[in-house]
């Protein structure tokens, strides 16, 4: 048991590097999202796929050792918790596992809400440009366009274009 402990803590002690990793990347496309270099946000995208699948494949092999863990300790699988675990564990693992859990919290907390801020500046940001894309090409007024319900050119309608087609 001591030893699936250990694997535990450092399967954990990985979890927490990834996350730590992913947060840095996770502000470092909010400040591109900011200052509008989309060419430099596939990139960071692409780093943070790869760190996603390390902390996937870490999560599986947590899950895993959980399972292993819970047979142990006679527990289902289905119920068997880090929490769960260091309840079970002698005081110097319960405080090595505890310790972590409370380092890992705030991590996913604080990546999670950089998250959410990413993805409401780049709603913000597609909303926006769609709002000037659609004043800069559709006509001002929808119903009055140049063409008859059947397709031909209406000469007595009169032409009313957005920006681009009445600058260009």
Excluded: W
């Excluded at 990347?25 to 400040?31: G, H």
């Excluded at 110097?92 to 500046?121: F, S, W």
């Amino acid at each position: 048991m001591r030893q699936r402990l250990a694997d535990l803590c450092a399967l954990l002690k990985e979890q927490k590097e990834v996350l730590e990793n992913m947060l840095a990347l996770s502000k470092e496309e909010r400040q591109i999202i900011v200052n509008g270099e989309a060419d430099k946000l596939e990139n960071v995208i692409r780093l943070e796929l790869k760190e996603l699948n390390k902390l996937g494949a870490i999560e599986r092999k947590r899950l895993a050792l959980h399972g292993l863990i819970a047979a142990e300790l006679g527990l289902q699988t289905d119920e068997i918790t880090v929490t769960k675990i260091a309840e079970k564990a002698q005081p110097d693992e319960r405080e090595a596992i505890k310790k972590l859990q409370t380092e890992l919290m705030p991590l996913i907390e604080e990546h999670a809400a950089v998250n959410k801020e990413n993805r409401e500046l780049i709603k913000a940001h597609v909303e926006y440009s769609e709002t000037m894309l659609n004043l800069m090409s559709e006509s001002e007024d929808p119903l009055n366009n140049m063409y008859g319900g059947d397709g031909k050119a209406a000469p007595d309608r009169k032409k009313a274009t957005g920006f681009y087609d009445g600058h260009a």
